[in-house]
């Protein structure tokens, strides 16, 4: 009987399930990567089958500009939730981190921890994902690992990802950059990635439209520094804890205290709607494609216009100044007329129940 | 939002407490208690309080549910998950309640024990279905808001026949708390505080009704207005008080007339009555034992009283010496006069109940109030 040497059975897509195989180190996980990781991902770093990849350094290096480094771990639950799913949110995430720091995001890497028995198919959506975000993005991954841990040890995949990237010369972007008389803006709505990913919680779920807003922001994040240069402070995504509890970590960093006025803050009005029958403040819920800019007053005419022409800023709003205040307070001036503290996040955001 | 903008409206508060200003007479004080959490946290957070004449003080009550549970109550639940092998379900905020031996249910849950967070009592029974090979309780808390979505359940598992579900019940009840806030039997001991009229409870008088406070006024000569949870709302009440007070008058009145009637939801009353009855006595955080203050399955639903389906002893449990929980519940103490506020009991590592939920007097204290109490020093 004719036998073809080296022929390996392709992997299931349909019906396959990840077995401890696939992260041992032998064929089962040299196919894996060849059939999935792969092709999904080409890119001519990926292609030198190094255990590492190899990269130019970026033209800005030259110019004074300064390397980046941001990593994020991925956890989310559900994997697949309206607007997005682990994939994307895993490539967006980094990217998002890199560019707070000022900075050009050039390279991804990416690891995989994932559980025993996990669907392939869903695997290879999540891999598309990334793959799409990636490119959509120009950010290739341009090195990764992958490992399978037993069932029950893990939630169906973790995804982390480590981003590389170049300030863009001359510029400061930081937390401690923030000074009294700052301007703060906001680049659209508020904790729609929260509601979105609570709306499909098993002992939750909803009917509502909300989608994740996640996102990639490096292009806004480039056009408010072409428009505003040295004129921009302080970029932060505000993700887990929201909006108030980077504004927090902002004021903390900067020894200055900021007032925000509820009545800029813009929230869906499903999101509102969402969070008053949870008992959650969209103050306090994540999200994962906004971003708070603070400038210098003198720039903030130029800040607002950059974010309002950028798809991802249309719905940007000036919520608030940074003000002196050795106590690195928040507050807010309520829509009722009064103020209040607006704190750190207290543990997880739990429901109210009365 | 719509029937909620219109409750927030800050013009029309500047209205109302111009008319709070106008008829709050300056020669005396006027002591009200708000009875619920609701309107503890709509106060801070909305900063009623600043709105309001200096005569006028609003002094917090006992109507927080996770507020008044006391340590031995968490300590059953966690007995539960951690050494009965009990799936054990409950509401949010009962997750950060401090328990004995620095536990709650959240570091339980970290321990190992199987302690999931839902929204309502049906998640719990759905899941006991989901899990036939595991026992799963609800831990049922709150005051007569929550009792009757949880008598529903246990007479649906009853119907369904569901075997391995059942409800650790520790609900209890508004009227016999403000009997007991009113008597102060321990006054001698604790100090009494002197009020001058209720704001009444908001969704507890939707199932109940107005007319169980009908005896406050008539028995106590207390004013009680029952008001909703909104800003306007309560702003709206306090002014109600003020002139039940200026004219001598002490009854029972309704700010929140778009939802309580006077005798309230009689299906969800009957409901609580089927599955439910009085227990003697029951011990309250900050209270202590309050006579006929809480309630328990009754014998025929027995099989769902996880109290008798696991043989638990409740042990009484005292807190922590320095904690003021109890006299802020009774309103004889503010949170600012507990030596822990806000210096080792904080919203992230609370030492008492009060410090937990977002409803709790200490917990909406620290994170709207405490930036006006802390004095700013020149750097």
Known sequence: ??????????????????????????????????????PAFANEWLAQGHDGATFAPPPELAQGGQLVMATDAHV???????????????????????????????????????????PLSDLRRLVQSMAQASHEAGVPIITGDTKVVEQGKGDGVFISTTGVGVTYPGLRIDGRQAQPGDVVFVSGTLGDHGVAVLSQRESLAFETTICSDTAALHTLVADLVAAAGPGLHVLRDPTRGGLATTLNEIAQQSGCGIHIDERALPVAPEVEAACELLGLDPLYVANEGKLIAICAPQAAA????????????????????????????????????????????????????? | MKYVDEFRDGDIARQIAARIHAEARADRVYRFMEFCGGHTHALSRYGVTELLPPQVQMIHGPGCPVCVLPIGRIDLAIELALHRGAIVCTYGD?????????????????????????????????????????????????????????????????????????????????????????????????????????????HVSIVIGSQPYVPFAEGWHQPVVIAGFEPLDVMQAILMLIRQVNEGRAEVENEFTRAVTPHGNLAAQRLMDEVFEVRDSFEWRGLGEVPHSALKLRER??????????????????DHKACECGA????????????????????????????????????????????????????
């Open chain 1, 1 to 38: 009987m004719a036998t073809r040497p080296r022929y390996i059975r392709p992997l299931d897509f349909k019906a396959g399930r990840i077995d401890m195989s696939h992260g041992a180190g032998g064929r089962a996980s040299a196919q894996l990567i060849e059939e999935l990781f792969m």
């Open chain 1, 302 to 354: 130029r800040v607002q216009e950059a974010l309002l022409a950028h798809p991802l800023g249309r719905g940007a709003q000036r919520i608030g100044e940074v003000v002196a205040d050795a106590q690195c307070f928040v507050q807010m001036r309520t829509r009722f007329g009064g103020t209040r503290m607006v704190d750190w996040l207290t543990g997880e955001q739990l429901p109210r129940i009365c």
């Open chain 2, 328 to 379: 802020i519940l009774r309103g004889v103490k503010r949170p600012t006069d507990c030596k822990l506020f806000g210096t080792v009991c904080t919203p992230d590592n609370p030492m008492g109940s009060c410090m937990v939920s977002s409803e709790g007097a200490c917990s909406a204290e620290y994170a709207y109030g405490h930036a006006r109490r802390i004095p700013i020093h020149a750097a």
């Open chain 2, 94 to 202: 009962t997750m950060r309640v401090p328990a004995s031996q620095g536990l709650s249910l959240i570091k339980a849950k970290a321990r190992g024990g199987d302690i999931r967070m839902v929204y309502s009592a049906a998640d719990a029974l759905k899941l006991a279905q989901a899990t036939p090979d595991r026992e799963v309780v609800f831990f049922a808390i709150g005051f007569e808001t929550t009792t009757p979505p949880t008598a529903l359940v246990v007479q649906q598992a009853d119907r369904l026949g569901v075997q391995n579900f059942s409800v650790l019940c520790c609900h209890v009840l508004t009227p016999a708390a403000v009997t007991h806030i009113l008597a102060a039997p321990d006054a001698q001991r604790d100090g009494r505080v002197e009020l001058d009229g209720f704001v009444g409870p908001a």
């Open chain 1, 76 to 118: 989310v639950s559900p994997i697949f939730f309206p607007g997005g799913d682990l994939g994307c949110l895993s490539v967006h995430g980094t990217i998002n981190d890199v560019a707070m720091s000022g900075a050009r995001p050039l390279y991804l890497s990416a690891s995989f921890i994932i559980e025993e028995g996990y």
């Open chain 2, 301 to 318: 639903y027995a099989a769902f009283d996880a109290e008798r389906r696991f043989d638990l002893h409740y042990q009484p449990v005292p």
